[in-house]
């Protein structure tokens, strides 16, 4: 590893730190996500598993199922760009689990050409769509 490349992966570990730092926001019971996007050294949006604002925050129903208009954490920090003046082209999320095919779309139409994510999920159809729209997906293991 150069020296960059080192100065990045510190980087990296302190901003996947901090989404899942953020992902402690979610009222979500059943599993807590969080997400930030990155562009040029700037956080420019945020993001955790959640229900549309304006909805009341319980995110599971009474069988303990989670309802099917919660947004998941990457879905949320890109919306959030779009109802801001930023851009998510060319940027980098961060998100604390790997992302599902749903927010893979959206992470591929938003312009997004890298993602680190620090804990794998059992599905990965998700990153391999990312990777077959060449864009530059990364694990790194923090320990908290
Ligand atoms: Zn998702």
Known sequence: MNDNSEKQYELDKRYLRMAAVWAENSYC?????GALIVKDQMIISDGYNGTPSGFENVCEDENNVTKPYVLHAEANAITKVAASSNSSKGATIYVTSAPCIECAKL????????????????????CQLLKRAEICVDYIEINE
Not at 29 to 33: E, G, L
Request: no cysteine.
């Open 107 to 126: 992470i591929i139409q938003s312009g997004i050409k890298r993602v680190v994510y620090s804990e794998k999920y059992r599905i990965d159809d998700g």
């Open 29 to 33: 019971k059943r599993r807590q996500v």
